[in-house]
């Protein structure tokens, strides 16, 4: 178990930390704009000249700057979340990572109040309850006036046009719980920081490795999220987890009869208050 880093001298603000994963997701994706404007303008003469060299037509289709771990996900089972082989060392049996006084993972606390959030990393409002309340939380662990409990799901893969960001980047936050959990806490915070658009892309597992090395994490464990293999390890678990967080009639939100993200519970009842004044999550939790 690793504790989790309190911030030291000299340590860029939230605002500067957030500015500079917005400036670097951009310039990366900016770089994938360049790749995939070349791959095509290579694929148009490539064809050409096959063309005019055999006088037929001759398909190509080019793969260059682009993984098959940034394509479609693969077809998970409905798996049980219990019956999940690969699961993050840090993670509770029923899904979550919890972050306290002690560091990241082990058991919860009873003495302290437990605080659930349900996030999807493609969910703008999960990216603004995040930049709202991202720092409180982390104090209430570090103190230990709560432990607080992530849980990385996907529900919104449909806005990635077929790649499956909310999956994907999952996963990538459970191998870092999972391999340097000293670093999630700040990973959570920059994935949220560069967090891309609905209905785009979302950004390759390259751009989510660059985060994850800003981040603190070590290169071999952020070249494990480039290359797939964070998908391969946890996709599984993501997807169980989702199926049964969804499946919770406990964690529906009465008002409008559905489950969404962000969710937040505390002390295992679901916390409807105005969550984007930083102010009220700390009343409600000290209450």
Not at 69 to 83: F, I
Not at 267 to 284: M, S, V
Request: glycine share 10%.
């Amino acid at each position: 178990m690793s504790t989790t880093p309190s911030p030291g001298k000299g340590r860029p603000s939230k605002n500067e930390r957030r500015d500079a994963a917005r400036e670097q997701a951009r310039a990366l994706r900016e770089q994938q704009a360049k790749r995939d404007r070349r791959n095509r303008f290579l694929g148009i003469g490539m064809l050409s000249v096959a063309v005019l060299a055999l006088g037929g037509v001759l398909v190509w289709v080019l793969t260059q700057g682009g993984g098959s771990s940034d394509e479609a996900l693969p077809d998970y089972p409905d798996t049980p979340l219990s019956e999940v082989t690969d699961v993050p060392s840090t993670a509770l049996p029923e899904g979550g990572i919890p972050v306290s006084a002690s560091g990241v993972g082990g058991e919860v606390d009873d003495s302290t109040t437990r605080v659930d959030v349900y996030l999807d990393y493609m969910c703008p409002a999960c990216g603004a309850f995040e930049e709202a309340n991202g720092d409180n939380l982390i104090s209430l662990a570090s103190e230990g006036t709560a432990t607080v409990v992530y849980h990385p799901i996907a529900i919104l893969n449909r806005y990635s046009n077929g790649t499956g960001y909310s999956t994907r980047a999952a996963s990538a936050a459970a191998l870092v719980a999972d391999e340097a959990p000293g670093q999630f806490a700040a990973f959570n915070e920059q994935l949220f920081a560069g967090q891309p658009d609905e209905g785009t892309d979302g950004l390759t597992n390259e751009e989510i490795a660059s985060i994850a090395r800003d981040a603190g994490v070590s290169g071999s464990v952020a070249d494990k999220i480039a290359d797939g293999s964070a998908l391969d390890q946890y996709g599984q678990w993501v997807t169980s987890a989702t199926n049964d967080v969804t499946a919770n009639p406990d964690l529906v939100n009465e008002a409008n009869g559905s489950f969404g993200t962000p969710t937040i519970t505390i002390d295992g009842e679901i916390w409807t208050e105005n969550w984007t004044d930083p102010n009220a999550l700390l009343q409600a939790v000290g209450s």
